[in-house]
């Protein structure tokens, strides 16, 4: 369960801008950094982020739901307080729960001692 961490080797420091403008200008022109594709929306890899079917039969044709860097920060965020609400609910649940188990505990024993001090009551009188 605890386990010790590895020993990683230090991180190298961040290239200087002129280290990066150097890098850039000694590339060649079929490096994999010239040939990532521009149209590439990271949006679109995530299905059913909008959360309706008609965004996932948009996504389906291949038409863009999402039309500007504004809008899909709007969904993202929109996105991430749900899952926070949807995290608060969960933990709100989870105490609940352990309430619930508390009373099901002392209901338990309370019947337990009804059921004792009943067998006492009724022992005598045989």
């Given amino acids: 369960m605890f386990q010790r961490k590895a020993n990683l080797p230090t991180r190298p420091s961040i290239p200087s801008k002129e280290e990066i403008l150097e890098d850039l200008s000694s590339a ?5 950094v010239f040939k ?3 149209e590439t929306n ?5 299905e059913g ?3 309706t079917k008609e965004s996932d039969d948009n996504h389906q044709k291949g038409s863009n739901p999402i039309e ?3 809008q899909a920060y709007e969904k ?6 749900k899952m926070n609400n949807l995290e608060e609910r969960l933990l709100t649940l989870k105490r609940e729960k ?3 188990s508390k009373l099901e505990e002392s209901l338990i024993a309370d019947m337990s001692k ?4 009943l067998l006492k009551k009724q022992s005598p009188s045989t």
């Fill in 28 to 32: 060649n022109l079929d490096d994999v």
């Fill in 42 to 46: 990271f949006i679109d890899d995530n």
């Fill in 114 to 117: 009804i059921q004792k001090e």
């Fill in 98 to 100: 352990e309430s619930l």
């Fill in 76 to 81: 993202i965020s929109s996105f991430v307080d």
């Fill in 49 to 51: 982020l909008n959360g």
């Fill in 36 to 38: 990532i594709e521009t």
């Fill in 68 to 70: 500007s860097p504004d």
